[in-house]
């Protein structure tokens, strides 16, 4: 038995989907149906008393012309997204975080897609560790997230499966 649940559950008498391929030759029709709830709330894993997702945003403090765009990075934030949770420039290592860095917060899953496609063309030579607010702060922060730019190393040890370290 697979240690995920299936996600197929509610599924199991749906009628089988067509294999037509579109006109593009490439992808395959999918028919009319409902909307996902998903492109209005974030999946019943997520911590209610919490935001959705952080963005954290790393930078070197030391390479000047990479602490100068992320500095203009988090100012051009605050006038693009005022809407967001954004916290201010750490210019040194602060909990889990490697290197320096300002962390942005999302609300809702629109918030969150807008953000993540602006930042991916928007970030420059910054990179962007992105985590779900589940409850467990390291699996969040491993298993769960993802990464635009490179990978940085956490300190994991700051994290425990129950904290909710940001």
Not at 126 to 141: E, F, M, Q
Request: proline residues 11%.
């Amino acid at each position: 038995m697979s240690q995920w649940p299936s996600l197929l559950t509610g599924y199991e008498d749906a009628e089988p989907l067509p294999t037509t391929i579109n006109p593009d030759g490439k992808s395959l029709y999918n028919p009319p149906g409902p909307r996902s709830a998903t492109y209005d709330e974030f999946p019943k894993q997520f911590n209610p008393s919490k935001n959705g997702f952080d963005f954290h945003v790393y930078y070197m403090p030391a390479v000047a012309a990479q602490a100068q765009y992320a500095k203009e990075l988090h100012e051009r934030v605050r006038r693009e997204f005022p809407e967001l949770r954004i916290y201010r420039l750490w210019d040194k290592p602060v909990g889990p975080h490697p290197t320096a860095m300002f962390e942005v917060n999302t609300f809702n899953p629109h918030q969150t897609g807008a953000f993540f496609s602006w930042l991916v063309v928007h970030r420059g030579p910054c990179d962007v560790l992105v985590h779900p607010n589940t409850g467990n702060a390291l699996r969040d922060h491993t298993e769960l997230a993802t990464w635009i730019g490179r990978r940085w190393p956490l300190y994991e040890e700051c994290l425990s499966p129950t904290r909710t370290t940001s």
